[in-house]
């Protein structure tokens, strides 16, 4: 069974700076894609990155120039680092992890961590 922990949030100001990171264990084969969402209260979770084994990214408009997804596909390991806070950017943001192999597939999610972003 496939397992994620996330760790790095916390308050931060306006304009600073946090770095997340997702670790997933267990039994891996494969993981092709890590991906961060956020969900905000009262809204409906959104995707924020993702990023392939391949190394391919995809951000939501929202934080393009300002948050970076990176992988060590060694570790099993995503990180987000988030420049340039903002009070909007405030949120639980969540760790997801795929995997189409055949021999084992599977969509697995963090338990969550808080990002709060206020002076």
């Known amino acids: 069974q496939v397992q994620l922990v996330e760790s790095g949030g916390g308050l931060v100001q306006p304009g600073g700076s946090l770095r997340l990171s997702c670790a997933a264990s267990?039994?891996?084969?494969?993981?092709?894609?890590m991906g961060w969402y956020r969900q905000a209260p009262g809204k409906q979770r959104e995707l924020v990155a993702s990023?392939?084994?391949?190394?391919?990214?995809n951000y939501a408009d929202s934080v393009k120039g300002r948050f970076t997804i990176s992988r060590d596909n060694a570790k099993n390991t995503v990180y987000l680092q988030m420049n340039s806070l903002k009070s909007e950017d405030t949120s639980v943001y969540y760790c997801?992890?795929?995997?189409?192999?055949?021999?084992?597939?599977?969509?697995?999610w963090g338990q969550g961590t808080q990002v709060t972003v206020s002076s």
């Open positions: 267990g039994s891996i084969f494969r993981i092709d894609v």
């Open positions: 990023i392939t084994n391949g190394g391919s990214a």
């Open positions: 997801n992890a795929v995997s189409w192999f055949i021999m084992q597939s599977f969509d697995v």
